[in-house]
């Protein structure tokens, strides 16, 4: 019985070690409004860059290209650490350059990316890459009837809680890195909250997994909350951090279609595509 027991944990941390962390699941959600057409939106986050991160990257990058998105936008916590990887950062910025939006680019700040030596060169990066670095700002998209507003990070950074306290165009969208942020703004402005952070626990046991969720991503694990006047997607992100394992959480990402139709509220699809890297 012992060996059988012992045979499960080394199938089980294998699995975990070199199999669901190289899986690729899109989410997919959908969102109506009465004031924009047609628009597909594609979030990824978390991608926690190491070293052996690039193919895992490429493979990322052609998937998104793949949905022909309008926006892109990008959650935050580019590198796991960047001080141990920084000479990757021209290689990071060539395959983000690769991402192809028809409308723009967005990122966000997240924990990582103001840790880790990381604060200094984030936004270059990025900015180099082709994004916009939204740290408390907000992009404004008057032809197409919506607004992004983009918030600095709620753990190491300085929120600006009332960002959200007005409404710019008929349809707006928040990012922010953590997702507790939620409760603490004004929602009555914002139709959709994206966030990542929580990695969806990482590695996900029942009645345990609270101890796996970091700091203000401990009430919104995963997945799609409707809340009062707005709602609110978790992403499970990309790569992991601490330990290189998943379980119950495969690498994601986030396919936004919006359409025109009289409001209502948004549904969250099955898991429609996995890839693995």
């Given at each position: 019985m012992f060996i059988l027991f012992l045979f499960f944990i080394v199938i089980l941390l294998v699995y975990m070690w070199k199999i669901e962390p190289y899986q690729l699941i899109q989410k997919h959600v959908q969102l109506y409004s009465e004031d924009i057409s047609q628009m597909v939106i594609v979030q990824f986050s978390d991608t926690h860059i190491k070293r052996n991160s690039l193919a895992q990257m490429k493979r990322v990058v052609q998937t998104i290209n793949a949905q022909h998105p309008d926006i892109i936008v990008f959650t935050g916590d580019l590198f796991d650490c960047y001080e141990k990887t920084a000479d990757m950062k021209q290689d990071v910025i060539h395959q983000f350059q690769q991402l192809h939006a028809n409308i723009?680019?967005?990122?966000?700040?997240?924990?990582?990316?103001?840790?880790?030596?990381?604060?200094?060169?984030?936004?270059?990066?990025?900015?180099?890459?082709?994004?916009?670095?939204?740290?408390?700002?907000?992009?404004?998209?008057?032809?197409?009837?919506?607004?992004?507003?983009?918030?600095?990070?709620?753990?190491?950074?300085?929120?600006?809680?009332?960002l959200a306290d007005t409404r710019y165009q008929p349809f707006q969208i928040l990012l922010s890195h953590e997702p507790d942020i939620a409760d603490w703004i004004n929602r009555s402005n914002t139709d959709l909250i994206l966030s990542g952070h929580t990695h969806g626990g990482q590695v996900y046991i029942p009645l345990l997994c609270s101890c796996f969720l970091p700091r203000k991503g401990k009430k919104y694990r995963k997945g799609c909350y409707h809340l009062s006047n707005a709602t609110l997607f978790v992403s499970s992100g990309i790569g992991t951090t601490r330990l290189p394992f998943r379980l119950c959480n495969p690498a994601e990402y986030t396919l936004i279609h919006i359409c025109k139709h009289p409001m209502r509220k948004m549904r969250e699809m099955d898991y429609t595509h996995m890839n693995e890297f």
């Open positions: 723009q680019k967005i990122a966000i700040f997240g924990n990582h990316d103001i840790g880790g030596k990381a604060i200094n060169v984030y936004r270059d990066i990025m900015e180099e890459a082709g994004f916009i670095v939204l740290c408390n700002q907000i992009y404004i998209n008057a032809k197409h009837h919506i607004s992004i507003l983009g918030m600095d990070d709620a753990c190491v950074g300085f929120e600006d809680l009332k």
